[in-house]
C-alpha cells in the first residue's frame, strides 16, 4: 500500500465539527480582544491562549509556525494547534487550526511536536495526551499529515510510538514533545521523558518511513538533583558540531517552581545513540523565555523561536480580561563561535525600520534624553568605559513616572561589566534581575527591542540574551541615558512600523 493511502481521516464527522467550532468560535469573538498590550511584531493567537511554538519549519518558501492554542479562552485549557505564516518572521497571516483534540490517543490535548518535510508535503509528529485524573495521564506520539499546508489529517494507525515503544526505567507517563528530523536515509525522533526517580532525560528513536519506530538510547540523562524533567527538545547541526536544546521545568509539590532553557553543544555517537556533551549554556538569562524550536530558513540560515513567557509566572492579560495570553519571540539567527552559540534578531526586521535618531558623545554626569512615539523600537547603543562608572538607561513614563519604568544599569569596575534589569509596572514591583556581562573587556554592545509589552536584549552580539514580558500603566515615552564617569556612547533608535 502506497504511504498515502495509509492516511484517513478518523471520525470525521466528529474530527470537521470540532475544527469547525473552534474556527468558527475564534472569528466571531476576536473583535473582543483588548489591545492595550497587544504586541505589533511578535506571533500571538488570534484570540484565546497560546504557548510553546509547534513544528515550526520553512517550506516552500514560506515560514510555518504552529502553536499550542486554547481557541476559547484566554487560560491554559482543551489544547489544540494554531497555525499561521510569514515570508519573512515579522508579518504573520493566520491559517485556519490545525489539529483538533478529536481521537480516542489525543481525546485531552494535542501536546507539543514538531514538523518534517516529505514527498512534498508537511508531516507533524505530535503528542497526544489522554488522562483519567491530574495525576494519572498517558501520552504517545502521533503523526498527521497534509497536501495544501491547510487541512492536516492523521494517521489511522496511531500512536505510532506508543506506550510499548517506552523503554524499561522511563515514566510511562510524562513521554511528550517529539522533534523530528532526517540524517542520511533515517528519521530519528527524540522525545522528553523522566527516570523513574523523577529526573529527565531525553529518548532517541529511528525510523524509515516515520511510522515505524525502533528505540535506539536514552540520547542524554540530565545530572540535576532535584525533581524535574527536560522539555521540548530540539536538535541541529552547525559547522560540523550537534547542538541539543531543552527546556526545564524544577518541580516542587507538583507545581511548576523556575524553567530555563539550555543548549549543549557537541556530537552524537550515531551507533550509540548517545549525545557527547562538550559545552553547555542557558540560552536566554531573561525570565520570559521557553520551548524554543529551530528550523533551516532562508538561505540557509538556523533560526529559533520560542514561547515569550513560563509558566510559573503571572498572565496579566488573562487576569484582566483582555481575552488573549502569550506570545512568540522575534525569532533569532544562530550562529557558533567555538563551543558557545550566539544569537541576533532575523535581519527581517531591520527593513521596518522609520524615523532614526543617532547620538555620539562622551558621557560624565550628564544624560541623553530621547523622546518615544511608540513603544514599538530598536535601540542600538555601543559603549566604551574608560574607568570605572555606572551608565544607565531607563525607559520612563512621563506621565505616570512613579509607577513604570524600566532601568538598565551597567555597572564597570576594574575591567567587570555587571547589568541590573529593574522593572516596575503594574505587575513587577522594583523586580531586579542582575548579570554578569563581561569580565574581560570595556567595550558593550547592546541592541534591545520593545513591543509594547515585551523587551528583548542582545548583548556583546548576542552572546547574552535577555527576554521580558513588562505591563505598563501608561506606556513609555522618554528615554533617559546617563553615566556617573566618562563614557562614550554611540547610538542609534529607530520606531518599528510594521504595515
Known amino acids: 500500500m502506497a504511504f498515502e493511502r495509509s492516511f484517513k481521516k478518523v471520525d470525521k464527522k466528529n474530527a470537521y465539527s470540532q475544527l469547525e467550532k473552534a474556527n468558527l468560535f475564534v472569528k466571531e469573538h476576536k473583535k473582543y480582544v483588548n489591545p492595550k498590550y497587544r504586541l505589533v511584531y511578535h506571533l500571538m493567537g488570534e484570540y484565546g491562549w497560546i504557548n510553546d511554538p509547534n513544528g515550526f519549519i520553512y517550506f516552500n518558501g514560506i515560514y510555518h509556525c504552529f502553536y499550542q492554542h486554547n481557541p476559547f479562552n484566554s487560560c491554559w485549557g482543551p489544547t489544540y494547534w494554531g497555525h499561521a505564516i510569514s515570508e519573512d518572521l515579522v508579518k504573520w497571516q493566520y491559517l485556519p487550526i490545525a489539529l483538533a483534540p478529536d481521537s480516542e490517543y489525543d481525546k485531552d490535548g494535542c501536546f507539543s511536536g514538531s514538523a518534517i518535510e516529505k514527498d512534498g508535503k508537511i508531516y507533524i509528529l505530535y503528542t497526544g495526551h489522554v488522562k483519567k485524573s491530574d495525576e494519572e495521564y498517558m501520552q504517545t506520539q502521533c503523526l498527521a499529515w497534509s497536501t495544501d499546508t491547510v487541512n492536516f489529517i492523521k494517521y489511522e494507525g496511531n500512536p505510532v510510538i506508543g506506550l510499548d515503544k517506552i523503554p524499561g526505567g522511563a515514566s510511562k507517563k510524562d513521554f511528550r514533545d517529539p522533534k523530528v528530523f532526517k540524517r542520511g536515509d533515517k528519521y530519528y525522533v527524540l522525545v522528553a521523558s523522566k527516570d523513574l526517580n523523577g529526573k529527565g532525560q531525553i529518548l532517541f528513536y529511528e525510523s524509515h518511513n516515520l511510522i515505524d519506530w525502533n528505540f535506539v538510547n536514552i540520547l542524554f540523562k540530565s545530572d540535576i538533583d532535584r525533581e524535574h524533567i527536560l522539555e521540548c527538545p530540539d536538535f541541529f547541526s552547525i559547522d560540523n558540531k550537534d547542538v541539543l536544546i531543552f527546556s526545564i521545568q524544577y518541580i516542587e509539590n507538583n507545581k511548576v517552581v523556575r524553567s530555563e532553557t539550555r543548549y549543549c553543544t557537541g556530537l552524537i555517537d550515531w551507533n550509540k545513540g548517545v549525545f557527547n556533551l562538550e559545552y553547555c549554556d542557558l540560552i536566554d538569562y531573561g525570565t520570559h523565555f521557553y520551548a524554543p524550536q529551530t528550523t533551516l530558513g532562508k538561505n540557509g540560515c538556523r533560526v529559533m523561536i520560542a514561547w515569550m513567557d513560563v509558566w510559573e509566572r503571572e498572565f496579566p492579560t ?112 522594583n523586580e531586579n534581575q542582575s548579570l554578569l556581562i563581561d569580565s574581560l573587556s570595556s567595550r558593550l554592545n547592546l541592541r534591545l527591542f520593545m513591543d509594547k509589552s515585551s523587551l528583548e536584549m542582545f548583548i556583546n552580539e548576542g552572546e547574552k540574551v535577555i527576554t521580558k514580558r513588562v505591563y505598563p500603566f501608561k506606556k513609555y515615552d522618554l528615554i533617559n541615558i546617563s553615566s556617573q564617569n566618562a563614557c562614550k556612547v554611540r547610538l542609534k533608535k529607530w520606531n518599528l512600523q510594521i504595515t
Open 318 to 429: 488573562h487576569k484582566l480580561g483582555h481575552n488573549w495570553a502569550g506570545a512568540l519571540i522575534l525569532p533569532r539567527e544562530i550562529y557558533l563561535k567555538g563551543n558557545k552559540l550566539f544569537f541576533r534578531p532575523i535581519k527581517e526586521i531591520e527593513k521596518y525600520r522609520k524615523n532614526e535618531q543617532i547620538f555620539e558623545g562622551v558621557l560624565e554626569g550628564e544624560h541623553i534624553r530621547l523622546p518615544l512615539e511608540d513603544n514599538c523600537f530598536e535601540l542600538d547603543m555601543t559603549a566604551e568605559f574608560f574607568v570605572d562608572t555606572e551608565m544607565n538607561l531607563e525607559l520612563l513614563s512621563r506621565e505616570d513616572s512613579g509607577n513604570d519604568l524600566i532601568k538598565l544599569t551597567f555597572k564597570y569596575s576594574f575591567g567587570v561589566l555587571e547589568l541590573t534589569v529593574t522593572i516596575r509596572d503594574s505587575v513587577n514591583n
